[in-house]
């Protein structure tokens, strides 16, 4: 199973937006609605910030949002806070024949 | 508070094998599957294996399938993976994780270090 495809990085300004793009095919994300997105700082464990494409968790704040199109999942992040700048992987289930999951490659985003 | 505690890591060299361990507490350990994932330093993230709630279920990665093997003990509240022919390429942090509260994983260990080397 190969794994998703994400930017490796993408960068913007305190209070701007920023979308992280997400492609796998139609066998993961275009298949099911388990797409998930993770925010990791470094040297800490992931934090699960969207689930089922759109859905945030409690405590997650209102700025993280989820969307799929097709094949291609999206994290946008409004408003953006210092605080943000980590690495975000996007997850799908992949079942198919078997149970799996993918994740994507990871998209370093930087506040300038 | 809902924990998941991994231990077990080390420097073992190609070949060899190790047995990891996770140890879970602050939710009913024997009503939630189980997953490992890990990561490769400075890699991404990569699903290894799961466990059902009651062990009568497991999957693997096609990476790991074979030479690792996932199990969990309900009474002691912890979950394995044993380890067998490792290779280079299973140089990683291995983490824990479970779906508690929603479909996707929403809770973490802090992950435990596996280098794999001569």
């Known amino acids: 199973q190969s794994a998703l495809t994400q930017p490796r990085s993408v960068s913007g300004s305190p209070g701007q937006s920023v979308t992280i793009s997400c492609t796998g095919t139609?066998?993961?994300?275009?298949?099911?609605?388990?797409v998930s997105w993770y925010q990791q700082h470094p040297g800490k464990a992931p934090k699960l910030m969207i689930y089922?494409?759109?859905k945030r968790p409690s405590g997650v704040p209102d700025r993280f949002s989820g969307s799929k199109s097709g094949n291609t999942a999206s994290l946008t992040i409004s408003g953006l806070q210092a605080e943000d700048e980590a690495d975000y992987y996007c997850?799908?289930?992949?079942?198919?024949?078997?149970?799996?999951?993918?994740f994507g490659g990871g998209t370093k985003l930087t506040v300038l | 508070q809902v924990q998941l505690v991994e231990s077990g890591g080390g420097v073992v060299q190609p070949g060899g094998s190790l047995r990891l361990s996770c140890a879970a507490s602050?939710?009913?350990?024997?009503?939630?599957?189980m997953h490992w994932v890990r990561q490769a330093p400075g890699k991404g993230l990569e699903w290894v294996a799961f466990?059902?709630?009651?062990?009568?279920?497991?999957y693997y990665a096609d990476s790991v399938k074979g030479r690792f093997t996932i199990s969990r003990d309900n009474s002691k509240n912890t979950l394995y993976l044993q380890m067998n022919s490792l290779r280079a390429e299973d140089t990683a942090v291995y983490y824990c994780?479970?779906?508690?509260?929603?479909?996707?994983?929403?809770?973490w260990g802090q992950g435990t270090m596996v280098t794999v080397s001569s």
């Open positions: 089922d494409v759109s």
């Open positions: 139609s066998s993961d994300v275009g298949g099911y609605n388990y």
């Open positions: 997850c799908s289930y992949a079942g198919s024949y078997t149970f799996n999951w993918v």
């Open positions: 466990i059902r709630y009651d062990g009568s279920n497991k």
């Open positions: 994780a479970t779906s508690i509260w929603v479909d996707a994983f929403d809770i």
């Open positions: 602050g939710f009913t350990f024997s009503s939630y599957g």
